[in-house]
């Protein structure tokens, strides 16, 4: 019997390992990358302030599965609406409009994966931008169409 081996290496990211970014002044980390995962899959880890959160998008290309790990959401997936704490596991497919917002009174944290990868290039773009003090919502709409983050409203401000 021939064995196969896969091109891709085992994977162990620790918290202090993961790459922090600051995209839209949140702060985030990326724990494993598009390419680590050979395009499958990306995972990020998200803090969000009370108010914090997007507005009302979708993807095209890409599913997105979101987990809490602590505070309170409201998320709305397509037209339901629900307030959810830790241990919330919440799968959205592609072409649905989703937000959500930290509703709690501390600071919320989440992990996020998005399959096929290529989140964590999304908001790595955005935080790059923003690092070099050339953020306009413009240039940020642009990004965020480009990495397959559509806004029905426009502006991701």
């Not at 409009?97 to 964590?120: E, I, Y």
Request: aromatic share 8%; net charge negative.
């Amino acid at each position: 019997m021939k064995v196969k081996t896969s091109p891709l290496r085992a994977t162990i990211v620790t918290p202090e390992q993961a790459l922090p970014i600051k995209p839209f002044g949140l702060d985030m980390k990326i724990l494993l990358t598009t390419e680590a995962s050979g395009g499958a899959i990306s995972v990020l880890m998200a803090w969000h302030k009370p108010g914090e959160g997007p507005p009302n998008h979708r993807h095209f290309s890409q599913e997105e599965i979101f987990f809490i790990i602590e505070g309170t959401y409201e998320l709305t997936v397509s037209d339901h609406t629900s307030t959810v704490g830790p241990g919330t596991l919440v799968f959205i497919p592609r072409h649905v409009v989703h937000r959500f917002k930290n509703v709690g009174d501390t600071t919320a944290c989440m992990l996020d994966w998005s399959l096929p990868g290529g989140q964590d290039h999304y908001f790595r773009a955005i935080s790059e931008l923003a690092a070099g003090g050339g953020f306009t919502g413009e240039q940020a709409l642009a990004i965020s169409q480009q990495f397959d983050t559509h806004f029905p409203g426009g502006d991701p401000q």
